[in-house]
């Protein structure tokens, strides 16, 4: 054959690969930007959400006078003392608040753009996770898409969107887990920067106590890796964990440990986690492409490093560290799945899905890589037998998907910030607790705090101590009864979930014998003693 027929055989094949990693890479880029403009969506809805001066959600309320009462002599304290608070959490999100107020910023804001700040930062530590563990075997181009669509997917779950602006503990404690993921994958490298994982680890259990995946799935896989060094690293941490667990537990007479773990063993039903998961349906492709990622990613090693024998497997990461942050990445996965049979609480909501969904986002943008990374190698080599169709339509079934479930997630939640009306009655009745010469008694507790008035009970966290027999509720019902508040305010009435999940029949009746009028002003029921 002469050399013209050669080079023409050559270009034949080389042209229409050429064209089909463009368009591939084409498709990608519109994914890309589909999640830019989503992106921007939320982020806009986000900004708001945080200087909305009302209540977002239940939980705000009491996180707001948590912080207030950190550090004193309050926190942690005895529950049948008035006024009964119960503290949920470790106090770093709290401790935070304070601090970003104490610059003149409002609690609720600093709250909530803390929760925010969080959460942008977990999806820029998503995708450097993402581009470290499946983009830098595969050409910076394409690690660098792929980290893109990891990172802003983060933002597409409705969890994220719902749950991101609120004055929650979450986001922060899920924020620090993920950083320090990151550093430990980034340790293979650079030994040292266990240390600071195992730090970020603390840190985030000291956030919220149920944060213990991230730190359960490093620890594995170094100490086959690097026994010595894990050793050394988590026993710092231990030494950190203990410390602050003993100064806390001294200062509040044992309260710490009372109220972060034996207060918040609510009751559990199975069923409530099933039904919670399931709800979630409309984002199952996501789910898909993560696992699809997991097996990718596996696929890639096995066929780089060679692994054939999974007996030998601990021996593998041993040799192999390029194996360790996906094995970090699995076990995270695996026990963060675990993690969701927390959702069968009484009172779990949506907030227990969110780690588990930016793992996800970590694993999807290893599936991109790893699809994508050998349709654009491929486009630059001449010679090969590969049918261009059936490649093409294989390698764009992932971004096409993606494109639909990008388009069907929503970019904000409703949260009535532009009824001017509801606006105005809330600012009323803002002013009107403000005015009582008596406590108010309030299950929107951001009503509460907004007016300068203390807590005095939280209603959900009391109904599910006193179901339990873990507290006496004759100590609210005798406030109840001789009409220690000025008056009450309820969302909803008796036979509503809402209101059967805060308020027992006891607290129903007494409410309904000593404040027999009521008001309605928009979602909000107000009990107001006899004339």
């Keep these: 054959m002469s050399a013209n027929a050669t080079n023409l055989s050559t270009e034949s094949i080389h042209g229409p690969r050429l064209v089909v990693g463009h368009l591939v890479v084409a498709i990608y880029g519109i994914v890309v930007l589909a999640l830019v403009v989503h992106f921007v969506f939320y982020l806009r809805y986000a900004l708001t959400a945080v200087q909305y001066p009302f209540e977002l959600d239940y939980g705000e309320g009491i996180i707001w006078q948590q912080a207030m009462l950190i550090p004193s002599e309050r926190m942690y304290g005895a529950i049948t003392r008035f006024p009964f608070i119960v503290f949920h959490y470790p106090p770093l999100y709290h401790l935070a608040v304070r601090a970003v107020a104490a610059l003149g910023t409002d609690a609720l804001v600093a709250g909530r753009g803390i929760s925010l700040l969080c959460t942008l930062l977990t999806g820029g530590v998503v995708a450097a996770l993402s581009y470290d563990v499946g983009g830098r075997h595969s050409g910076r181009a394409t690690g660098l898409i792929g980290s893109a669509v990891a990172g802003l997917t983060v933002f597409c779950y409705w969890p994220v969107v719902a749950w991101s602006p609120m004055m929650r503990v979450d986001m922060l404690a899920i924020m620090l887990s993920f950083f320090g993921v990151w550093l430990a994958v980034r340790s293979v490298r650079h030994p040292w920067l266990l240390y600071l994982a195992v730090l970020s680890f603390v840190l985030a259990v000291y956030t919220k106590q149920t944060a213990i995946s991230a730190p359960l799935a490093v620890m594995l896989v170094s100490l086959v890796a690097d026994r010595r060094r894990t050793l050394q690293a988590y026993g710092l941490g231990l030494l950190l964990g203990l410390t602050g667990l003993l100064v806390m537990t001294w200062m509040t007479d044992g309260g710490f440990v009372r109220h972060i773990l034996f207060y918040n063993l609510n009751r559990f039903s199975l069923r409530a986690a099933v039904s919670s998961i399931l ?253």
């Design 279 to 531: 709800e979630e349906w409309p984002q199952t492709f996501f789910l898909v492409a993560a696992l699809g990622g997991l097996a990718a990613g596996w696929r890639g090693l096995a066929g780089r490093l060679g692994c054939k024998n999974p007996a030998l497997f601990a021996q593998y990461l041993k040799q192999n560290p390029a194996a360790r942050p996906m094995a970090m990445l699995t076990l995270y996965l695996i026990f963060a799945t675990g993690m969701l049979a927390t959702l069968g609480k009484s009172g779990a909501v949506l907030n227990y899905l969110i780690e588990w969904m930016c793992l996800w986002s970590v694993l999807i943008g290893v599936l991109v890589t790893s699809t994508l990374g050998p349709i654009c190698a491929e486009a630059g080599e001449a010679g090969t037998t590969t049918v261009t169709g059936t490649r093409l339509l294989s390698a764009s079934i992932v971004p096409i998907a993606l494109l639909a479930q990008i388009y069907i997630m929503p970019t904000a939640r409703d949260y009535h910030g532009g009824d001017t009306e509801r606006t105005r009655q809330l600012a009323a009745l803002t002013a009107r607790i403000r005015d009582a010469g008596r406590p108010v008694l309030s299950d929107d507790m951001v009503l509460l705090m907004k007016a300068g008035k203390q807590m005095p009970w939280e209603p959900a966290i009391f109904a599910e101590l006193a179901n339990t027999g873990r507290w006496d509720q004759r100590l609210i019902l005798d406030k109840i009864s001789n009409l220690s508040f000025a008056f009450i305010v309820t969302h909803g009435h008796a036979g509503e979930r809402t209101y059967d999940e805060r308020f027992t029949p006891g607290v129903d009746q007494a409410i309904q014998r000593a404040y027999p009028r009521t008001e309605e002003l928009g979602d909000l029921t107000l009990h107001l003693p006899p004339v």
